[in-house]
């Protein structure tokens, strides 16, 4: 597809830090395994849960990429792991589902705040990160952590016939606003809610 191949031209022909912006299922996965075939290429996946890990060793044993060239980790274990990381040197470092540094790094999972420094301290010079969507302050803040050339590729935009609506309500007011307001309605939606309970 025209991004993968705008986005490989510039991960080989420079150190670059590209956060790159393409719709889940698009085939960012798909740079990666191009890029890893070459011999030259050592490259450390950053992903935030297991069963994508397993699903993204998969597709490099069928495109034939050797395990020494590819190192899929959580942030967890990427820091665990950091002195080993170091004597494997890798040439590139791709955060899937970057949004998660933003979203996830406070409290939820802090290893993902500290992935930055994480990159900073290990002369990361050429980055990879992927989402569907980047915060601007997450942005800002990949730019501030690891200097050098810097380029966003891609942008988010919603599919036709799919909306947002944001509108600020009174803890005891939201089930009586959401009840109005989906009542009578037909179609699919989602709703997204703080907890379960809720």
């Known amino acids: ?16 830090h590209l956060s790159l912006v393409a719709p889940t299922g698009s085939g960012k996965g798909r740079i990666l395994e191009v890029l890893s075939s070459d011999p030259r290429e050592r490259v450390l996946v950053l992903t935030p849960l297991l ?3 397993r699903q ?4 490099f044993r069928s495109a034939g990429v050797p395990d020494d060239r590819v190192r899929i980790l959580s942030p967890e274990s990427a820091l665990l ?10 040439t590139l470092v791709a955060v899937d589902e970057a949004h998660c540094v ?3 790094g406070e409290r939820f999972r802090p290893a993902y705040g500290r992935l930055l420094g994480f990159l900073r ?15 601007r302050s997450l942005l800002d803040g990949i730019r501030e952590a ?8 891609g942008s988010f935009s919603f599919p036709p016939g799919l909306r947002s609506e944001f509108r ?8 009586e606003r959401i009840r109005s307001e989906t009542l009578g309605r037909t179609g699919p939606g989602i709703l997204f809610v703080g907890t379960r309970k809720d």
Do not use: N, Y
């Not at 993204?56 to 597709?59: F, L, T």
């Not at 301290?121 to 915060?135: I, V």
């Open 1 to 16: 597809r025209p991004f993968q191949a705008e986005a490989l031209d510039r991960l080989r022909s420079t150190e670059i």
């Open 51 to 53: 069963a994508l890990a």
């Open 56 to 59: 993204q060793r998969s597709r």
């Open 81 to 90: 792991r950091a002195d080993s990381i170091r004597r494997w040197k890798p």
């Open 102 to 104: 933003h979203e996830w």
């Open 121 to 135: 301290d290990l002369g990361c010079r050429r980055s990879l990160w992927m989402s569907a969507t980047f915060p």
């Open 146 to 153: 690891l200097p050098g050339p810097w380029t966003v590729q």
């Open 168 to 175: 600020r309500t009174s803890p005891a007011d939201r089930v």
